[in-house]
């Protein structure tokens, strides 16, 4: 609806208020009335609306998600993008069956579990065992075979809430490391307190992979409140039995990326890549990861393509089975990890407020990094590091040597939801997502160069 | 640990601030003491922690129900109450079995769902049809048969969270009248959003029951945020189809009342009856359903008894059997009816702060309803009205008449866990659980007579 509004005129049609407040002189005009125009944006919610609805969980190398690359074409085409293409690639997939899990003694009762990716299936009998417990990796490290051996492993841990994220990495060590070191001590099973925050009975799914030889067994993860029983009823003093029911399959499949561009006026320079990933797991409908990512992504790219022609193309990339592992950003820095971009940007961190900007855009363009940090402070960004940014598919390529700037989200509520069926559009506040977007377009129209405006019919 | 501490004592030991607070004279100086020393109360919390930790969910008329009955009697007896007792009774029982809900058109997905009790079994197979949407019951009522006959029917609705949980009684149509209406349609299921007003992937169940000769049909609930996606999905305007699976068992099966006492220096005088209920919903632990209630109720009969002996008889009832139609408060009625009480209270409703008391005491005995509302005032309790008292269990017996006293919780956050899975131990709030407590104890204190302290050895 901005095709035919140039940015003076959007500037021109900002409310009276904004008018009498003197903006900063360091912050282009157009960039300033693209980035406050962005605030009423529709396009993000339309494409996360459309795409949690209208397809729901999209695990990577399902049918579901060849049926998200397919949504996904079509709705990128009728935005009018250029040269909307996938590049596929194989991969194995693993899919959930039936999981269980019950505490046979002392205190006879159900608790909730989830399998984590590339577990073992028990099969429709399951295992039972008595569980041993650890409160962290390390002690179960140090753990003898001996205790170990035969049983089912319960790992815990102390995740806090925080706004930047910090502790996924350290915390989620039971889930990464845990599976693997149980077995190779002769575990039967596995359970992980959920790396997330909430306190609902939701368990949070997510990646492992059996390492070092290691044999796969069936390993889960316990909600919040049942890793807590788990440990009132361990603390009585008995010994506590537990059945474990994970079923699961695996079988050969494939993926791809989505990929869509804005045509710079210059082919020649590198494209500003703009991503999100496309896959979910698979008892959300992926709202916040990442539905939101790539409707931030696309809208932004949308909302520059919408006020003219940029020098400087821009790549969408909706890479395809992220959460397994990042296939998709794999199989694009195989096939592109060569080639000169202008900057990589991912968004993967739901669509809560951004709070921070960090870009690694090198010395030589300090000057267009601090442009970024002025343009966005109205927003209420803070302005971060100048030698790091980060993105999950894109951080290989990233960390190649590759240009990238890092727009922080609030996490302090992600890992409430993060891998959980409670992943669902309601999740989105709309009015943030708006900050993304506007954000997202901000730096857009710094990095895609002076945007000509489109030619416009005279007044009458 | 109050047992040889007189109420004096406690007073003295109160903190040297509330000393320095001049007092209300309208309250009897022992009942204030018992009332702040009750908000150190520990009784209630090791209840609860107990009961849902060493029993867990309870579905009345099942094994489960039957152990929480042994545990509650050990416990009671442990506590040194007297006459402790169960009253068994007979009941049809209903468990659920395997439960999934899947969209097969236009766009195919999961959603979760959780069967209401006494649903029709669909057998493993399930029914798969159209769906049909309602924005009420009264919608469904109106709507000819032919458009429900071989559907599926979903019925919406938007219950609002109420601190006086007001909405439960008129938002609550759906559930409890919505399977019948559609079964006598011709309906081949139905699925309800769940009567709760969170936004997780837990259904909230209960009970409903077929009536008027309608043939029993699956029957569940949505979670609310599978509510708004069928909604969002239904809106595109193309035909719907689900399949529907909810299978499910019934048997014969017992349950009972477990009864203990304080008793009181007059046997004579009628008995001041202090409840909750003991069985639970079958995929939470029953936290704050009603594990809390039975702990308040028992924890200020505790204090009362810890404290000296009261006037009038205590009787705790822990009712059997409440979730699927107070079934025990109908067996107790049925046994005890027509015995004179002295007052009926339950404590039904979770474990957040009591912010009201309403009381049915009869005109002759006004001066004993304020004397209560006095008391309970420095707890942050409004008096409300004087002419009417609820409860679930007890609600029969004080429309015949009984008199009795509510003490109305804080509901506000009641429904986010009512019924659903996340019903667990870390819902409660412990301060807020001892506010409880704290009123309970209060009004128990003036409702059962004058306590006549303990004799106690000489001071050396």
Not at 85 to 93: A, G, H, K, N, T
Not at 251 to 263: H, L, R
């Amino acid at each position: 609806m901005f095709r035919t509004l140039s940015a003076a005129a959007l500037l021109a049609a900002a409310s009276p208020l904004a008018a009498q407040v003197h903006r900063s002189p360091l912050v282009d005009p157009k960039v300033a009335a693209l980035r406050d125009s962005a605030l009423q944006d529709q396009y993000a919610w339309d494409i996360a609306e459309g795409l949690t609805t209208e397809v729901g969980p999209r695990l990577a190398g399902t049918e579901a998600e060849a049926r998200a690359r397919a949504w996904a074409v079509k709705k990128l085409t009728a935005l009018g993008f250029s040269n909307v293409r996938v590049e596929s690639f194989d991969l194995p997939v693993w899919v959930r069956g039936r999981e269980s899990a019950e505490i046979l003694a002392p205190f006879p009762q159900p608790l909730v579990v989830a399998a984590l990716g590339n577990s073992g299936s028990s099969g429709p009998g399951g295992v039972s065992a008595e569980v041993v417990a650890f409160d962290s990796v390390d002690a179960l490290k140090a753990a003898p075979d001996g205790t170990v051996r035969g049983r089912i492993v319960f790992v815990d841990h102390a995740m806090p809430a925080n706004q930047d994220g910090s502790g996924y990495g350290q915390f989620g060590a039971p889930r990464r490391q845990g599976p693997t070191i149980a077995s190779q001590k002769g575990a039967v099973g596995i359970v992980v307190r959920s790396i997330g925050t909430d306190r609902h009975r939701n368990p949070h799914t997510g990646a492992q992979e059996f390492s070092d030889g290691a044999r796969p067994i069936p390993a889960g993860a316990l909600s919040n409140p049942d890793a807590d029983q788990l440990l009132r009823i361990l603390k009585r003093g008995q010994p506590v039995t537990m059945k474990l029911v994970l079923e699961s399959r695996t079988f050969a499949g494939q993926s791809g990326n989505v990929i869509a561009e804005v045509p710079g006026r210059d082919p020649s320079l590198p494209p500003v890549l703009v991503s999100g990933h496309l896959d979910s797991w698979d008892q959300g409908t992926g709202a916040v990861d990442d539905g939101a990512g790539v409707a931030i992504a696309a809208a932004a790219a949308k909302r520059i393509m919408d006020s003219g022609r940029p020098l400087r193309t821009i790549r969408i990339v909706w890479f395809g089975a992220e959460e397994v592992g990042l296939v998709g950003g794999q199989d694009y820095r195989a096939r592109h990890g060569k080639e000169p971009h202008y900057a990589l940007l991912e968004s993967d961190f739901g669509a809560d407020k951004i709070w921070k900007v960090d870009s690694k855009l090198g010395t030589e363009r300090k000057a267009e990094a601090e442009a970024i940090g002025k343009a966005l402070a109205p927003l209420g960004i803070v302005t971060g590091s100048f030698t790091e940014a980060d993105g999950s598919d894109i951080g290989p390529m990233l960390a190649d040597g590759h240009p990238g700037v890092g727009l922080g989200q609030d996490g302090t509520r992600y890992f409430d939801l993060h891998h959980t069926p409670d992943d669902t559009l309601d999740k989105i506040d709309p009015v943030q997502l708006r900050q993304n977007v506007a954000a997202w377009t901000t730096v857009l129209a710094i990095l895609s160069g002076p945007i000509e405006e489109p030619k416009r019919p005279k007044r009458r």
